[in-house]
């Protein structure tokens, strides 16, 4: 059973930050890309960020370059998304998902609030 449970959000004021933890049961996570996306009210749920098996290589979406950075822990099961100098715009739930062809697998999602 592929479990992924998010936990870290929260309501934060612009230029705040949030770490984001996304904890991996029931498979060997060491084996995994895992990917961070985000889904705000209206919009079509968007790839965020992901970063491979062993860390090596990472990607980010342009609108949080240099703002956000992934993270994994394979040894405790984690996956971390530290987001920095939040704005309103990056409001949304934050889900994390592992692939298996051909199948995805998401949480349930945190929910990022950015607002004064």
């Known amino acids: 059973q592929y479990q992924l449970v998010e936990s870290g959000g929260g309501l934060v004021q612009p230029g705040g930050s949030l770490r984001l933890s996304c904890a991996a049961s029931?498979?060997?996570?060491?084996?995994?890309?895992i990917g961070w996306f985000r889904q705000a009210p209206g919009k079509e749920r968007e790839g965020v960020s992901c970063?491979?098996?062993?860390?090596?290589?990472?990607k980010y979406a342009d609108s949080v370059k240099g703002r956000f950075t992934i993270s994994r822990d394979n040894a405790k099961k984690m996956v971390y998304l530290q987001m920095n100098s939040l704005k309103p715009e990056d409001t949304a739930v934050y889900y994390c998902?592992?692939?298996?062809?051909?199948?995805?697998?998401w949480g349930q999602g945190t929910q990022v609030t950015v607002s004064s």
């Open positions: 029931g498979f060997t996570l060491d084996y995994y890309a």
């Open positions: 970063i491979s098996s062993n860390g090596g290589s990472i």
């Open positions: 998902r592992l692939t298996i062809f051909p199948n995805d697998y």
